[in-house]
């Protein structure tokens, strides 16, 4: 299959008064479609921030990105804003579901965003009907008007997982979506992903577990800034 | 959709935001409430300064007067923006009653009351010949004589309570004198020797009330020519105080006076050559405003102040709204990074804090504009009540000569109140708020929740 995602010569630096932290320095990687791909190295190494670049949440400082062809380094915040929106989903160690929404209303959330006011109107059972599914695949039907505070941990996670694919999205990028479960839990999570491999979702993952890495399709190790392996 | 549902869910999901919107509701309610009864009190003053005069006033500045007024007068009821024409005579004087030892310093206005009537309210502020004013200065009780009307605050009881008049069916037969110094053209004594003061006694026939302090307080209303014997304005040069114009209906006021002064000149013009036409020097053409100014001045700079302190309440407000919201933004910015990081634009995620800085805003005013209105529509109910059980009286009737407190409220007024702290919220808002949507969603997510 091709190349879904080809970054080359990423650099990124952080630059704090008179001190420069130079996190990246010439990264070359690339995905293609199907791939279950895990990113490891030590803490510090550049992990987060190499993903948050891929997914088009922060702009490197050199190098190129090519999205299917779409040079990511190169578009406007309004089209990566698009991009975001509509070829990227994102699962975080923290969650980050709002409390002010229920459960099938953040995941409804992406897809309310990309619709607008009016094209909301036209799609919503549409949209909801699929959003109830995705709930339900992770095993969260009976969840839908809970807030987040009052689901588990894990929980929250599926239900983070199912916002992140209401919209479709070509990639799945989850950073240390485990980070925060004991490992039963987390092997759930981690089930949950294979399973959407399975079915051809591409996944690009951040561990720090050895065990984990070891499971996956593909390791990227980053070290000193560079992907070593 | 997901931005106003968004703006929505802040809003209840905030204890803060109650302190907001009742932060909000106050100012409104303060504003509304002291603006209605300063401009009902400003605008009653004003009504009643406005219906003691003509529209226009021809004025002389000294007490001598002014010569040639009665063709003048004839110029002007020819003219079509004029509806009618009252002159007076002005002085001052000494009052006391006959077999007593009281006396007191006056003001006496000389003065036709049918013609006065048509150019000014005086009818409307006699006590017995409101709808007979050619019989004000005919005493009930003794037609042939001299009549005059005192100031009501001269002859009746104005119970400091309730701020009502004592007044018997009729007036009770009772008699004034008054002593004036005749002066003579140029402002000197008119006569020598023991004759030099002049005296004549009235019969009290009616009393005014205008409303104001020093008509009703100090004001003594005579005929016209007796008046003008008292002040020396009969001889050697018949003279007047004032003229009082009052315009047809739809002449405005600068207009009016506009034309009138044109008039003026000529007529200064065309007596240039007869004696004492210097005294028209002395002589202005005045507004209404203008001649009440001394009175009206002080009102409206009290109006300007409270304005301008209610400009800082204003500024307050903003504050509080700003310092609110950059609180609730501040607890939200993971929110903002995640909103952005599933792609909505920062202009979008701007609105989500502005939409809940409007809906703060409009229930904030809501409440407050009801709490006003309610409160102005019982607070003459609230105030008597305050009265009667601990015997505080708010507004001293007699200083302000009102019998009740003004609580008219405008809608003008409500609207720009209800705007201005609409849009105070999103001032106060739409700086955080701006600041968060710009924020990049990486840096916006790493932020720990407060
Ligand atoms: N906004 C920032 N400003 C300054 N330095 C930053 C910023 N974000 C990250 N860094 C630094 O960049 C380096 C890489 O951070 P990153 O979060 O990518 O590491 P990581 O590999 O994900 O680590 P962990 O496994 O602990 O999550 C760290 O040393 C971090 O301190
Ligand atoms: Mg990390």
Redo the contacts between chains.
Sequence with gaps: MGHILQAKGIHKSYTMGKQTLTVLRGVEMSLSAGDFAVIIGASGSGKSTLLHILGALDKPDKGTIEFEGQRLDQMSNGRLNQFRNQNVGFVFQFYHLLDELNVLENVLLPAMIAAGPVGWLQCKKNVQNKAISLLERMGLNDRLPHKPYELSGGERQRAAIARALINGPRLLLADEPTGNLDSKTGHGILEVLNELNQQGQTILMVTHDDRIARQAGRVIKLSDGKIVS | ??????SW??F??RRISILAVISVALCVFIVVVVMSVMNGLVNEFKEKNHRFVGDCVIRASSLTGFPYAAEFIQQLEKQSFVHAVSETVQGVGLMTRPGSSWNVGIDYIGLDPVRHSQVTHFAQTLGYHADHPERAFQPSYAPEMDGCILGIDLILYRRPDTGQYDSPDRPWPTQRTISSFPLNPKGGLARAGLDMVSTKTFYYSDHSHSGLVKPDGRTIYLPLEQARILSGMDAPLVRSSTIHIRFADGVSVADGVRQVQQLWQTHVQSCKDKPYAEMLDDVRVLTWQQDRREFIGPMEKEQLMLTFLFLMLGIVTVFIIFVVFYMIIGHKT??L??????????S?VAAIFLGFAAIVGLIGTAIGMTAGCLFLWKINAMENWLYDHYGWRVWDRAIYAIDQIPNAMEWPVLACVAAAAVAACLLGASVPSIQAARQ???RA?QVSQI
């Design positions: 959709m997901i931005g106003l549902k968004l869910r802040y209840l999901h993971r929110d990074g995640l909103i952005k990081s599933l792609g909505m634009p920062a979008r990049s969603p990486v997510l």
